[in-house]
């Protein structure tokens, strides 16, 4: 593994190809964080997209305890390579219904 400091961000770079799920694994089990957010490469989010999904973390947190596993997710907007954007929600346009998500399927 190579490590990088660029400004605050640590750039991290596996000797093996582990694909994205075991990307995110090998991160996540070397994160001494107590909260990770994830996105990809060519993701352009909402300024306050962090801090929404946070201020959402401490609610459920408060609810149920720092105990209990707690994954947030959240709708995009998705967008062509030139920044159009193509649909308002993918989950309507996927045909998603989030209040039938469980955490094995997602």
């Known amino acids: 593994m190579q490590r990088n400091i660029l400004g605050s961000s640590l750039l991290e770079r596996n000797p093996d190809q582990l694909g994205p799920r075991g ?7 070397r994160s001494p964080a107590s909260y990770i957010a ?6 352009i989010s909402r300024p306050d997209k962090l801090a929404c999904c946070m201020t959402r ?3 459920m947190e408060s609810q149920h305890g720092r105990a209990t596993p707690i994954l947030i997710y959240s ?7 030139d920044g159009t954007i193509l649909a308002e929600a993918y989950w309507k346009r ?5 209040e039938g998500a469980s955490f094995r399927n997602l």
């Open 75 to 81: 709708d995009m907007k998705p967008g062509s390579s």
């Open 57 to 59: 973390m401490l609610e």
């Open 23 to 29: 990307n995110f694994a090998t991160l996540m089990g």
């Open 38 to 43: 994830f996105c990809d490469q060519d993701d």
């Open 94 to 98: 996927a045909g998603v219904r989030p």
